[in-house]
């Protein structure tokens, strides 16, 4: 539309404007800010030399039919809702419903989860990771200054997003320099095996190599946003799509270089690796002025999320089964402002929770499988419906990876208490979120049909 306006047209509802603030330049780093976790690398490193062949595995068999798979539904239904809309449409409403559903909600631990790496690497720079407070207090500042940034609206949000996405990329462009020069000086710290050694605790990790690799759908959700979706998201999943495969891949393989596999933490080993190289190179100011970059990014990748997720439970709310409140845009930035609140008022209250009980190690670990199985939901719906549409093989690669990478993380990590007692958790949590979403469509659908 010329006017630079878009209607969110749901059955034969026209529904309240929407501003289209995004252009090419504008999605390729939305989806940079929204893959790309810096803190990825570090966990992948600590695997060690078999992490290398995960990427390109998980590239292969997962990424890039995820790109296919947004590329071709995304062409076909361009819609403000993406993935919620192209399951909808594929498999009727209830589908869609669980779909979004599982989707939305798995941010309620994704969020956190991508907040506390970000706060404990900081931390560690300065010697407060262990400290509560602080790791609270920083999460929640940095989760409501993202909350606010998208009340206001993509206008003033994708400036942060490509703010996070830039310092990201840069640095992981140093990270990769500072490898480059170290292994030209004294060698790499890891031997680089095209071989690698396979174990459960590895074969654990392949979850999260996958899991690492999602985001790119996140993009077409805002589909009334963006200007000409139909060309511009597919372009941009390519674009952006290689310079993420890059980005983990060369930072994976120059973390090795820079440091052994045992001597890498996986929340905290990019700060251990800055102080590292900038011991080596005598430049002890780096782990610091490093840090920077760490926080910038994580604040641009928790913007894009916010953003970009909050766009479900709105196009839900036009179909009914959410609230009418939540299809209310805000008049005067014209944002889906009830969503982005309630979104905001859950993390919250998970941050919290997530400090009692289990230690920070094992409760993060929690944190990524409960992430992964719940998150991998709308996956298996958007390869059926990827495959309806004509993508046959790579929806079949796409779903066989997603369905390993939930069974894998029914693994858990060996420093757990109780087995049982984290299996029962894991589960249980699930099940009960799906129960609560058939209850919530009944109970819309029942106010819909007197």
């Known amino acids: 539309m010329n006017n630079g306006l878009s209607h969110v047209t749901l059955g034969s509802i026209l529904e309240p404007q929407l501003r289209r603030e995004l252009g090419l330049r504008d999605l390729v780093l939305f989806n940079i800010a929204a893959v790309i976790g810096i803190r990825w690398l570090a966990a992948a490193a600590h695997t060690g030399p078999v992490s290398i062949t995960l990427w390109l595995l998980a590239g292969a068999f997962f990424f890039i039919p995820s790109a296919l798979a947004v590329a071709t539904l995304s062409a076909k239904f361009p819609d403000e809702g993406g993935i919620y809309v192209w399951t909808k449409q594929g498999f009727g409403d209830w589908h869609g419903f669980l779909c979004g559903w599982c989707y939305w909600l798995s941010n309620l631990f994704y969020l956190p989860n991508l907040l506390l790496a970000g706060v404990d690497m900081a931390g560690y720079a300065l010697g407060l990771s262990e400290v509560k407070i602080y790791v609270i207090s ?123 596999p045992e001597r890498i933490s996986i929340l905290t080993g990019l700060v251990q690796a800055s102080t590292e190289v900038g011991a080596r190179l005598g430049s002890p100011w780096l782990g610091r002025g490093m840090i920077l970059l760490i926080l910038i990014g994580v604040t641009g990748q928790l913007c894009a999320w916010i953003g970009g997720c909050a766009r479900v439970p709105f196009v839900i ?112 949590g699930c099940a009960v979120l799906i129960v609560v979403a058939r209850v919530m469509f009944k109970v819309a659908l029942r106010r819909l049909v007197p």
Not at 328 to 340: D, E, K, N, Q, S
């Open 138 to 260: 920083a999460s929640l500042l940095i989760l409501w200054l993202g909350l606010l940034t998208n009340i206001f609206g993509l206008n003033i949000a994708k400036w942060t997003n490509n703010a996070g996405a830039l310092a990201t990329y840069t640095f992981g462009a140093l990270i990769v320099v500072f490898g480059l020069a170290v292994w030209m000086r004294t060698g790499s710290a890891t031997p680089i095996r095209l071989a690698p050694h396979w174990d459960m605790e590895k074969v654990n990790f392949w979850s999260q190599i996958a899991f690492a690799f999602g985001g790119l759908e996140l993009g077409a959700i805002l589909g009334g946003e963006i200007r000409n979706p139909a060309r511009n998201v597919p372009r941009a999943a390519w674009i952006s799509g290689a310079c993420i495969a890059a980005f983990y891949i060369l930072g994976t393989l120059a973390l090795m270089v820079l440091m052994p």
């Open 317 to 428: 709310g036009l179909d009914s089964y959410f609230p009418p409140a939540f299809a209310r845009l805000h008049p005067r930035w014209g944002t889906p402002h009830v969503a982005i609140l309630t979104q905001g008022i859950a993390c919250t209250v998970f941050v919290a929770a997530l400090q009692a009980g289990e230690n920070l190690r094992v409760g993060y670990q929690l944190l990524v499988d409960m992430t992964v199985i719940v998150y991998f939901i709308p996956f298996i719906y958007m390869f059926a419906a990827s495959w309806k549409y004509g993508r046959k093989w790579s929806a079949a690669m796409g779903t066989v990876v997603t369905v390993v990478s939930i069974v894998v993380s029914l693994i858990p990590p060996g420093d757990v208490r109780s087995v049982w007692f984290f299996e029962f958790k894991l589960l249980a």
